[in-house]
DNA sequence: TTGTTTGCAAAGCATTTGCAGAGCA
DNA sequence: TGCTCTGCAAATGCTTTGCAAACAA
């Protein structure tokens, strides 16, 4: 996650305002680290503390932050988009999504960096990103199968 | 792909009727096996022959095929949903997504299935699918880039 | 015949856009 | 000050739903 400095720098590296409707967005993604928040999600939180923010603000807030990579938009199948701050590094994670509580988990992992090698000998295609999402039942829910 | 009198008779299992609107829709996915088609790609091939049906219906009879695990429901993140028929066996294939021309590449490959005994084991997490897409830049996008 | 299915139109949701006023730099 | 940004409301685009008529079995 980038420090609070150096993304206001990549803001206004980019002649983008630095308003409070901004950072206050900003400053719900650091509080909210392992979350993934949808639009709505950013919305219910940041009227609390700013009650006459607009639902529209957050998501051109949010449009910004993920072409500046900031956030990257992600998007586990449930009719709306989630978002989290990037990893700097290459370190992927992926989702593992569980089909009964929905809930959402993280797991670490480098190795579909050769699978990508491998799809670029065979087929030429040049990858630049990538997402895995995997449906399954969680340790819990497994447990608790009714 | 399934044959025709076996998608009928898995519909006629779960009391499902064989109706001329659901043939025809059916029909469409054998005519264009290697396409990935959105409710509303079938909407305009099927109006052709079936000028009175209702995009309504397709909705419908798409539902029901996905929830027979006749047509897979895919989301390549364009804002609509897409179906190709299920792969019977186990053998997985992945989406290139053109970043550019937009167009969609298939890849045959089984590697991922190491990796689910790997999250299984590390995570407890019980997987029975999975989504995996690939963004970048297709061969001949690659050649003309401007 | 009888419960499904259909077509139509309206509703639902997440997201986007137009616009006039507010506010950052 | 000048141009970006904001909030509001309306519009958009995909998908779902309510309902009465049509239809498969």
Chains 1, 2 share one sequence.
Do not use: W
Not at 100 to 128: P, Q
């Amino acid at each position: 996650m980038p420090y609070l400095e150096e993304i206001k720098t990549r803001l206004k590296a980019k002649d983008y305002k630095i308003t409070p409707q901004r950072k206050v967005i900003i400053k719900t993604f650091a509080d909210n680290m392992e979350k993934h928040l949808s639009a709505e999600d950013v919305y219910q939180i940041v009227k609390d503390t700013n009650p006459e923010i607009g639902l529209a603000t957050v998501y051109r807030t949010l449009d910004i932050l993920a072409e500046l990579q900031i956030l990257k938009k992600i998007d586990f199948g449930d009719g709306r988009y989630r978002y989290e701050f990037c990893n700097e590094d290459d370190h992927h994670h992926h989702h593992l999504i569980c089909l009964k509580c929905e809930r959402v988990f993280e797991f670490e992992d480098d190795l579909l960096e050769s699978l990508e090698a491998i799809i670029n000998k065979k087929s030429g295609f040049k990858i630049v990103d990538h997402q895995l999402k995997f449906y399954g039942y969680c340790s819990e829910c497994q447990k608790s199968k009714e």
